[in-house]
């Protein structure tokens, strides 16, 4: 098993930043990709970003040059530095994590908010 802690949110303007973190622990050993899906009102969930434990990224097209993710192998932590934040960007962003056995196994959810 594997317990995600996420922390970053909040509320900012149009146009500002943010950054998301996302902490492992558990069954670490066998972590594989990690990354978040994003849920607004209304809408189903979708995925934002994505990186392997090699450092190869994928995003979504609506966040592409304004997201970036990274992780840091020794702190079993990711990251996913919003910049150029749009009010359509507002959602409950969820941090999730791929094992060698399985997953995914999903964080707690935390709320972004950006005002026009």
């Known amino acids: 098993q594997v317990q995600l802690v996420e922390s970053g949110g909040g509320l900012v303007q149009a146009g500002g930043s943010l950054r998301l973190s996302c902490a492992a622990s558990?069954?670490?050993?066998?972590?594989?990709?990690m990354g978040w899906h994003r849920q607004a009102p209304g809408k189903q969930r979708e995925l934002v970003a994505s990186?392997?434990?090699?450092?190869?990224?994928n995003f979504d097209g609506s966040v592409q040059g304004r997201f970036t993710i990274s992780r840091d192998s020794a702190k079993n932590t990711a990251y996913l530095q919003m910049n150029s934040l749009k009010p359509e960007d507002t959602a409950v962003y969820y941090c999730?994590?791929?094992?060698?056995?399985?997953?995914?196994?999903w964080g707690q959810g935390t709320q972004v908010t950006v005002s026009s």
């Open positions: 990186i392997t434990t090699d450092g190869a990224t």
């Open positions: 558990g069954s670490i050993r066998s972590l594989n990709a």
């Open positions: 999730f994590v791929y094992t060698l056995s399985g997953g995914p196994f």
